[in-house]
């Protein structure tokens, strides 16, 4: 596996570890929520320029990086829609994840409806899984016999407005919010200006009836010379 670093949502960078001959990512745990949406599409773009290389197949069982136990299988709903599959470590080091998997928990991907494997499977009888690279035979199985992930395609719609989102989430994220900016600028003035008065308030309470007119006048001259 070969490092990559990424910027991370509230301030460093995450480190993925990621492997183009077997197009998988290891994400240490939280990581892959922790990635900025710029982050994402930068990713993104790396997995599409390494889309040509030469693929290797699983090892089977997976084995944590970290500690070398078997890795659990595990399957979660994706935001968009549809869900992924992902192997973890129960000693809760992190998880592995196939590039096609990543792409449609990020929604790049679009899962296939049923009348469309129907469709599908009448041009091609078998594909490859995208999880785990194991041969499909879509005309009766609608979900990869090996590792169960769905079938899925590389929609250019689906493409287009997943970067559109993390686009404009990016803009989001980086650009000065000038109202809220202004806003907590007078907050915080008349918080200032408040715990002035109580100070000003206090200071007449402590004033003894003999200095109360030297004290006044000092407290004129504090008030001017602000």
């Known amino acids: 596996m070969v490092k990559h670093r990424f ?3 509230q301030h460093g960078e995450v480190v993925l570890d990621l492997c183009f ?14 990635i900025t949406p710029g982050g994402i599409i930068e990713l993104f773009k790396l997995i599409h320029e390494h889309r040509d290389a030469q693929r290797l197949p699983l090892r089977d069982p997976l084995h944590c990086p970290r500690c070398n136990d078997k890795l659990l299988h595990g399957l979660d709903v994706a935001r968009p829609g549809g869900k992924f599959n992902y192997h973890r470590c129960l000693q809760k080091h992190g998880r592995f994840t196939t590039f096609a998997q990543f792409m449609i928990e990020k929604g790049f991907v679009r899962q ?29 199985d609608h979900a990869c016999t090996h590792c169960r992930s769905p079938i899925a395609i590389l929609d250019p719609e689906a493409v287009e407005q997943a970067l559109a989102r993390y686009q404009q989430a ?57």
């Not at 077997?22 to 922790?34: K, M, R, T, V, Y």
């Not at 007449?204 to 004129?220: K, P």
Request: hydrophobic fraction near 40%.
């Open 7 to 9: 910027e991370r949502l």
């Open 21 to 34: 001959p077997c197009q998988g990512i290891w994400f240490d745990e939280f990581e892959s929520a922790q």
């Open 112 to 140: 296939l409806t049923a009348a469309e494997i129907g469709q599908l499977a009448v041009k091609v009888a078998t594909i490859h899984c995208s999880g785990c690279g194991a041969p499909v035979d879509i005309r009766k």
């Open 170 to 226: 990016e803009v989001k994220r980086t650009t000065v919010d000038v109202d809220a900016l202004g806003d907590a600028i007078v907050m915080r003035e008349r918080d200032k200006s408040r715990r002035q008065r109580e100070s000003r308030a206090d200071e007449l309470d402590s004033l003894d009836i003999g200095d109360l007119l030297v004290s006044g006048v000092e407290m004129a001259w504090k008030l001017f010379r602000h």
